[in-house]
T-cell receptor, first 116, second 114 residues
């Protein structure tokens, strides 16, 4: 079964600092991978997704993630944190390739705190 | 319109009540989903409807009964729930098979079972 593991349930950075949120996947076949953000009392918003095209994926709000097969990783980064980035971030995997990508299995989440 | 609308936003019900959660989208998406999210936990898939047919049931107890009356609407009927069913229920939709398929989430219904 495919799954993702997010290392670190809480990450704190200063405003303007690099953001690095870690995600590792377990799958014999490179899966489709996603990063979602959830603000308090809201649904989830897609930041970016990897679907076996370019290994460096650029998303919204200045985020990007790099798929590294050798490390089975899909870490999320942003060069300079902003206060508005404070939220819960979920890495997710879809076992469905070529059909619906909405069947997602999420990591446990990482709460990002940004200090002024 | 790129919204998934869920009603109600908040719901409190007793264990003997029957209630329904509603979800609506007008993006022409033909796949719709129910996810359950307990506090401080990731969302967990419950059901998937594809072209108005139930395609996936993730071993959800029968006290949760989904319904997809048409391509724009998705309901979740609740009966004899337990307090541990209290959670945020998220609806989502997507268009299967699109090269750039994206999952759109609603803001959820916060359910409390007393």
């Amino acid at each position: 079964a495919q799954s993702v593991t997010q290392l670190g349930s809480h990450v704190s950075v200063s405003e303007g600092a690099l953001v690095l949120l870690r995600c590792n996947y377990s799958s014999s076949v490179p899966p489709y991978l996603f990063w979602y953000v959830q603000y308090p009392n809201q649904g989830l918003q897609l930041l970016l997704k990897y679907t076996s095209a370019a290994t460096l994926v650029k998303g919204i709000n200045g985020f990007e993630a790099e798929f590294k097969k050798s490390e089975t990783s899909f870490h999320l980064t942003k060069p300079s944190a902003h206060m508005s980035d404070a939220a819960e971030y979920f890495c997710a995997v879809s076992p469905d390739r070529g059909s619906t990508l909405g069947r997602l299995y999420f990591g446990r989440g990482t709460q990002l705190t940004v200090w002024p | 319109d790129t919204e998934v609308t869920q009603t109600p936003k908040h719901l409190v019900m007793g264990m003997t009540n029957k209630k329904s959660l509603k979800c609506e989208q007008h993006m022409g998406h033909r796949a719709m989903y129910w996810y359950k999210q307990k506090a401080k936990k990731p969302p967990e898939l419950m059901f998937v409807y594809s072209y108005e047919k139930l395609s996936i049931n993730e071993s959800v107890p029968s006290r949760f009964s989904p319904e997809c009356p048409n391509s724009s609407l998705l309901n979740l009927h609740l009966h004899a729930l337990q307090p541990e069913d209290s959670a945020l229920y998220l609806c989502a939709s997507s268009q299967p098979g699109q090269l750039d398929e994206k999952l759109f989430f609603g803001s959820g219904t916060q359910l409390s079972v007393l």
